[in-house]
């Protein structure tokens, strides 16, 4: 045997007990599963031949994998052992995945850059994109390989993902795995291309190599892969290959196929099972064996029984640790060093100080990137808040990005994996909603469904709220929705110093901030205070008393504490003392402050710019009836929007939003209560 052919055969033989090994661990959890001892599967029987080409491609523990739920063969390819593929099909406590935080098949590893998968079908590409950006912007070259079935690609994120990386030319490798069925729907209800040809559909995509190949026939695969890899790594563009792979298994555990695939289609499905045309391609090359592959089959069984039997023996995850790694809890935060020195400089807006925080920041912290809508300048944003970045720092830190909010999110969660520290803008809060799932499911969770071995701290600035005739969409008040999201701290300040404070300190976290601005206030004299020094940071979960008073407690942030201000003032002239307490970030929510205030007055009202319905408002009111009932003379009162949308002119907003006046009203009859 010459030594080109021997060489050849072991690379073949290595790729066959891959596939092998992968199609054997498939196998045995479903027996696990019809034991009790495992609850779910998606098998990836039928892919092994493309998932081993591509995995045996990429540069083991330096390229980046996103993988989707059946690529286990890739994970193996990489490096990931058998024992730690069963830790994780059984959820277990040193699963390196997630410590049994997620179901099976929910990929990841930090060792191997294996970011942890979620179960939202698509919001991997965006992030695979951001991974790209971020190594391209600190002037690393590695390859991203991001994967998904066929039925994903139906996503917006797809497309904006595949846009987005056409677009900057990154070194993404987007394989597709066409296996003809998304769950129980059939590629051609899913695609619009010709042929529903996932290729074919993104045709119009410039810099993007498009392969549509035959997925079960693996030395084909690899010439693919080489081929994909070298394009990408070269700087060419993005590639997108759709590998025509066959599904010999049910979608999943709880799915069976026998209910909406008809039987001829499985039948023509087997005559192309990956591991059989290899092994057969082998026997006709002289290269293998019936009998070899036989005891290759027979060995793997028994190493993928052992591993089952000793990932069974290993130890459950403790309940207690189940509320754990929700935030960081390395103590960084409590290394930073707060309110230094009392805000003493100029005068300044809370706009302008918003900006001058960032330039702080990214002088101090050179692996800050700002990007968003228009943000760049001559632009700087709608509001101007990042006039002069782009200008001092350059177009590689400061970039606009395109009018797509998961973009910008998916894209800044990516970044942030990496190490980088995204803050990203999204031009109005009316208009996150497309961004909402990378925000939820993605940012909030990467740390707690990684078990901490992952973190995605991207800083996500919006403006919000109304008091400028912006109608029913660019008045929304957004924070209602997010306090309900654990994993997401909320900043919401209503000063110019309070806003340079905490963003420079959420700037510095490492966990996601949704940094919330009201744009009424923006260039508000009323708003406005010295400005703070570059060192000066406020922690987050320390509420501000701005106004001492012994009658009544009012509890809110944002436009309203001035509302409140001016209603308080006035009551003042009529003998009623009444205490404002800024609670400044939504979460971390100080209530210490809050109930100590009570103590001292008696009476309390929650007032904010949410609609009354599930508002903010309501959970601190909830808090306080469990926490300080007795110490309450009197209900306690919520003063908010009413529930309908913001109408656009002066009369018909005004009556909506909770007014100085209409607080003073109701304020009163509180007391008099």
Not at 75 to 85: C, W
Not at 396 to 415: C, D, K, Q, W
Not at 438 to 456: H, I, K, P
Request: charged share 25%; proline share 4%.
């Amino acid at each position: 045997m010459s030594e080109a052919v021997k060489k050849s055969k072991e690379t073949l033989l290595e790729a066959l007990k891959l596939m092998t090994l992968s199609r054997a661990i498939d196998e045995k959890v479903s027996v696990l599963i019809r034991q009790g001892k495992a609850s779910f599967l998606i098998a990836g029987a039928g892919h092994e031949a493309t998932q081993v080409a591509f995995g045996k491609r990429l540069k083991s523990k330096f390229d980046w994998a996103y993988p989707y739920y059946r690529d286990q063969a890739v994970l193996l390819s990489l490096g990931v052992t058998p024992q730690d593929i069963m830790l994780e099909m059984l959820g277990k406590a040193d699963d390196p995945a997630n410590g049994g935080r997620q179901m099976g098949n929910h990929w990841g590893h930090k060792d191997f850059n294996i970011p942890s998968q979620s179960s939202p079908t698509g919001t991997q590409f965006l992030q695979a994109v951001g991974t790209a950006l971020a190594y391209r912007k600190e002037g690393e070259n590695r390859v991203v390989y991001v994967s998904a079935g066929d039925g994903t690609t139906s996503q917006g994120e797809f497309h904006e993902a595949v846009n987005w990386a056409s677009r900057a030319k990154l070194p993404v490798i987007f394989v597709i795995q066409n296996n003809g069925w998304a769950i129980s729907v059939p590629v051609e209800d899913q695609t619009a291309g010709k042929n529903a040809s996932i290729t074919e559909m993104m045709k119009g995509y410039e810099n993007l190599l498009r392969i549509s190949t035959d997925g079960t026939d693996y030395e084909n695969m690899v010439k693919v892969a080489d081929k994909a890899y070298e394009y990408a790594l070269a700087g060419k563009g993005p590639v997108l290959v759709e590998a025509k792979v066959v599904r010999l298994f049910s979608h999943s555990s709880s799915d069976d196929q026998s209910k909406y695939r008809p039987k001829d289609s499985l039948e023509e499905d087997l005559k192309k099972d990956p591991i059989e045309l290899l092994k057969k391609k082998m026997i006709s090359k002289k290269l293998l064996t019936e009998e070899e592959f036989a005891e290759i089959k027979n060995s793997i069984k028994k190493e993928v029984d052992e591993v089952a039997d000793w990932a069974l023996a290993q130890p459950d995850p403790v309940p207690e640790t189940a509320v754990k790694y929700v935030y960081d809890e390395s103590g960084l935060k409590d290394t930073f060093e707060y309110e230094k020195s009392i805000p003493s400089g100029n005068k300044i807006v809370m706009v302008d100080a918003i900006n001058h925080a960032m330039h702080e920041e990214m002088e101090r912290n050179e692996k800050i990137y700002v990007f968003g809508e228009d943000i760049a300048d001559g632009k700087g944003g709608v509001f101007t808040a990042t006039k002069g970045l782009s200008t001092k720092f350059g177009k590689e830190r400061v970039f606009n990005s395109p009018l797509a909010e998961a973009s910008i999110e998916g894209v800044a969660t990516g970044m942030a994996l990496t190490g980088v520290k995204p803050c990203v803008e999204i031009q109005f809060g009316d208009y996150i909603w497309p961004a909402f799932m990378q925000l939820r499911d993605e940012q909030a969770t990467y740390r707690y469904r990684s078990n901490n071995a992952w973190a995605s701290p991207v800083v996500t600035r919006v403006p919000v709220g109304g008091f400028i005739g912006g109608g029913l969409y660019h008045s929304q008040t957004i924070e209602g929705f997010f306090a309900h999201l654990p994993g997401i701290y909320i900043a919401y300040p209503s000063n110019a110093a309070d806003a340079k404070g905490l963003l420079k300190t959420a700037l510095r976290l490492d966990d996601p901030v949704l940094f919330l601005e009201h744009k009424a206030l923006y260039r508000q004299t009323y708003a406005s205070s010295p400005e703070p020094d570059s060192d000066y940071l406020l922690p987050f979960g320390k509420a501000n008393v701005i106004r001492e008073g012994s009658d009544l407690t009012v509890v809110t942030w944002g436009a309203m504490v001035h509302e409140a201000n001016f209603a308080a003032k006035k009551l003042e002239k009529e003998g009623v003392s009444v205490e404002i307490i800024d609670i400044r970030t939504i979460n971390p929510l100080d209530e210490e402050t809050i109930y100590n205030s009570i103590k001292k007055t008696g009476k309390v009202s929650v007032i904010h710019e949410d609609t009354l319905t599930s508002g903010f408002g309501a959970e601190i009111s909830a808090r306080i009836s469990s926490n300080a009932f007795e110490l309450l003379d009197g209900p306690i009162q919520r003063i908010a929007a009413r529930d309908a949308f913001i109408p656009y002119h002066p009369n018909l907003e005004r009556y909506i939003l909770p007014t100085r006046d209409r607080i003073y009203t109701e304020l009163k009859e509180l007391i008099a209560y």
